[in-house]
């Protein structure tokens, strides 16, 4: 799952600004473990986005114009220890309330073997995607927190899936897409 | 020739003693341009040799600078060589600090006109425009790592000098920091710092230069390589979530 969130994020890595964005989610500080424990945290600036935009622009189009319109990625991968453990499943816990509380759509759930994955969508009026938040527990070991701000049509994210061959975040995509479409198709009946 | 212009003695200035004991020169009538020789020539002759003796004690200087310069880091570098040296308890040994800047690099780029190289270090020397590197050395292990301190202390150094962090990892006895400018616009003027700390080896690293011509060379090797993922994901294992989905 890491390596999933992780690839999803490396494909539309940036950076955001100082203002709070529509999509983007304030996880707050997070603390490297004291131990060994493991601790990433991830900000790509927007310009090296425009970089690899530029770098697929003529082979993938379709890439490159997403990742042209991705304004902000954050990815922390926390290891987990005795003494972290138990706030940061507090806080993961409170981040999903928080989410759902504010109108993101929860849109992947996965529990398994002390596996926790929930992916969120924030969308905007017009049908294109605001946000992606990722909180994953990952048993005993880490804790992710992943969030992608721009403003990216459903279409795109089904597309980058199937281009990188990530079939979740094709799902999700396919998923977004025929709940944007619902409502066109009632409006025509 | 004489000046046709005659002048009454009242208006005439007056001469130079050693001017006015001249025989060859007639009561009020001064030629222009022996008077503009006389009165300019000494004065210039005295700056020109002020400005070469000027010059010839601020070159060694000028070369002492430019050579320490070498051994030098930059302010940002020093900086968040400093924040992480200040969170990590212990005597640290300086092992080589090498800086090489713009003009030098400027000179190298020059030279290799002279020279048929292969395209990637040709779009190397164009791409690096400035460098540094410093490495460093604690005499001891120390017992404990508050990475979170190391973080926020280098953070709110290179903050305050306009760079962001982008990249933080630690794990273990491993610290890296990767800063960039926070203001960046365009990948003609890109700058990274970087901190790599191991066990007791502290790497600090600058560079800036335009990736333009590296970006095209990349570009133009790509172009006859499929892009897609697919291939590199065959390979890959099967990913947890793929399994929990």
């Known amino acids: 799952m890491i390596g999933t969130v992780t690839l999803c994020a490396a494909a539309t890595l940036a950076l955001g600004a100082g203002e709070t964005l529509p999509g983007q989610v304030d996880f707050g500080a997070f603390s490297a473990p004291k131990g060994d424990g493991e601790f990433v945290e991830v900000n790509v600036p927007t310009g090296l986005i425009a970089l690899a935009a530029r770098l697929v622009e003529k082979e993938q189009p379709e890439v490159a114009k997403l990742l042209n319109s991705i304004k902000l990625v954050r990815v922390n991968v926390i290891g987990l220890d005795e003494e972290n453990r138990a706030a940061l499943q507090k806080r993961a816990q409170k981040i999903r309330e928080d989410l759902a509380g504010k109108g993101w759509e929860r849109i992947v759930t996965a529990q398994e073997k002390g596996q926790d994955v929930s992916v969120y969508l924030k969308m905007a009026d017009k049908g294109a995607v605001q946000g992606l938040a990722a909180v994953v527990m990952d048993g005993k070991e880490h804790a992710v927190f992943a969030n992608v701000v721009g403003d990216i049509k459903p279409e795109q994210l089904a597309m980058l899936g199937d281009k990188l061959h990530i079939d979740p975040l094709k799902q999700i995509g396919d998923t977004t897409q025929k709940r944007e479409n619902k409502p066109k198709e009632k409006a025509e009946e | ?245």
């Open chain 2, 1 to 245: 020739m004489e000046c046709a212009m005659p002048m009454s003695p009242s208006r005439v200035p007056p001469l130079p003693p050693q001017l006015a004991s001249n025989s060859a020169v007639p009561d009020g009538r001064i030629p222009p341009a022996t008077s503009a020789a006389v009165s300019s020539r000494p004065r210039f002759r005295v700056r020109t040799g002020y400005v070469v003796l000027a010059l010839v004690l601020c070159l060694p200087l000028l070369c002492a600078v430019g050579i320490a310069g070498y051994f030098r880091l930059s302010s940002a570098t020093e900086a968040l060589r400093s924040s992480v040296i200040e969170s990590v308890p212990g005597q640290w040994d300086k092992r080589f600090a090498v800086h090489v800047g713009g003009l030098t690099l400027g000179l190298v780029r020059f030279g290799s006109l002279f020279f048929n190289l292969p395209p990637e270090p040709k779009a190397a020397l164009e791409t690096l425009h400035g460098a540094e590197v410093g490495v460093y050395k604690l005499h001891d292990a120390p017992s404990a790592l508050d990475y979170s301190a190391m973080f926020t202390a280098a953070d709110k150094c290179m903050r305050r000098r306009g760079w962001e962090r982008v990249v933080g990892v630690a794990q273990g006895r491993q610290f890296v920091a990767v800063y960039m400018p926070r203001n960046l616009r365009t990948v003609k003027r890109m700058a990274c710092c970087v901190a790599v700390l191991n066990e007791q080896d502290l790497v600090v690293a600058s560079a800036r230069g335009n990736l333009e011509p590296l970006l095209a060379l990349a570009t133009q090797r790509l172009q006859g390589h499929d892009l897609s993922l697919g291939d590199v994901r065959r390979r890959v294992p099967k990913t947890e979530l793929d399994r929990c989905q």
